[in-house]
């Protein structure tokens, strides 16, 4: 009995947070899918947005978050490495980087915003772009990224780390050929986590991308992301809710389209330098 | 591989005495272990001969892992581990800080009590040490896996499937391929942590003819719990035992000797399963 009423409200729960997903995605239908269509995709937004479409949004945003992907990416997973597999649990430093990177990954995204407007967009000169709103997002997405691989590094099988050690293997050698192929479902995990973020940031990127909606010429122009979009839609522009909900309609299946796209990369490369099965 | 057993008797010991020229191939002289302030392991002095199989026997926690960790520095990796005394090995003392890791772990190879085998194919899994020691040629590395897969009786079993992930092998084939994989540097040493002890009865029977025919080729060390193997097995013996909470190495000699008069009476009382 306490078992079928467990069960019960496991599904319970599921099925809410499956009918909240579904409660705002209806929302969003109601006028945002009249809107929908592949023009809006292709054409760029006139009258502040409510006409016209979102190509030159969805281009920055495209742009933002390669930026941020190529600085995080290398960077996260070089300090998830050293904090993983090259300092001890206790080692001073690691403990003090460790403890940065749990207040970061606290600390609210407008803070994050105003330090990139006032160090990469200022101090650094590079103005309102897509550089500057990429590197403050790549900084804003690095705390949990780097303590998700780091995890996933540590939770790696050790007897491979033996057996690599036995074979007189140089350490960045075993790391860069089992262990962070082995680490992988970890590491696209927290990539996942810091695409989303990213690509719902909007307070972090006012400050140090702009809200031009122009199409960007280079990453060094301003560029405006779609969530800047939705949200300047929805509270600037009178008349613009249909715009609004047919953008976050598209930001919701970029998201979902990235997801997925992490995920069968992760299966393509796991199936074949590691095995199927390795989970057992 | 033919299943059955080769048992090391009084008479077969002998005969097995031609491959095995007691020559030292590593001296340990004075060995001790700690682990932050506890100390696991007193006083060793043995020596281990060259071409010939040494058993480390003893009950569980008398410091049999460590000492055979120390041999090849895989101490190193245990945080708060430190080694003092001296292992002799081409007349140079191992433990002496400065020294070349990789190249002494190329010399003297380890086997796990479980099988590790990288999560990459079988083929990978050999070519990647190759690699690593600078074979570049894919023939030449195609041929030394090849070689060091019939050694150790995976070719007929694995030849048609080397991109398979190793993993998906059974234990004891996994276990031999963890054996042909430090085969496959040619080391001189092979140090083995109870190589069976996680395999099936007819796996650790293949497992163990495998480690006979070694004899001779490798100088081998091996931990084992279970005395009958090592009693088949080895040329020489090691009994541990804790002695006032601190691993010690009791007897050490030729096996047949240890098994049949043990000289000290706690030897004669595990090998007789009276302790332990």
Redesign the interface.
Known sequence: MAERLFQAGIWCAALLVLMVLFWLVQGLLDQGLAKLSVDFLFSQPQNAGRDGGISSILVATLLILAVTLLVALPLGLASAVWLAEFT??HNFWARKVRLALDVMAGVPSIVFGLFGYAFFSLFLGMGFSILSGGLTLACMILPVFIRTCEIGLRSV?N????????????KI?AVW??LL??ALPAISAGLILGIGRATAETAALMFTSGYVDRMPGSVMDSGRALSVHIYDLSMNVTGGDAAAQASALILLMIIMVLNMLAYAITDLWLGR??????AN | MALQTKGFTLGQLTEAKTCCEPIPHLSVHNLSVKYQHKTVLENVNLDIYKGCITALIGPSGCGKTSFLSTL?R?TD?I?GASVSGKVLFHDDNILNQPID??????QI??I?Q?P?????SIYRNLA??LR??GIKDKQLIDYKIETVLKDVGLWQEVHHQLDM????LSGGQQQRL?IA??LV?EPEILLMDEPCSALDPISSAVVEDLIVSLRGRYTVVIVTHNLAQAKRVANYAGFFWMQERVGKLVEFGRSQHLFDQPQNELTAAFVNGRKG
């Open positions: 001890a649990t099988n007897s491979w780390r033996q057996g690599a050690a036995a074979l007189g293997m140089p050698k050929f089992i192929p082995a330098r590691v095995l199927n099965g390795f | 090849n895989m990796m945080a890791l990789l190249t002494l772990r190329r190879g380890m796990f479980k590790n085998p990288f999560p990459l990647l040490p690593e020691i992930t190793a993993t998906k963890c994989r430090a540097l």
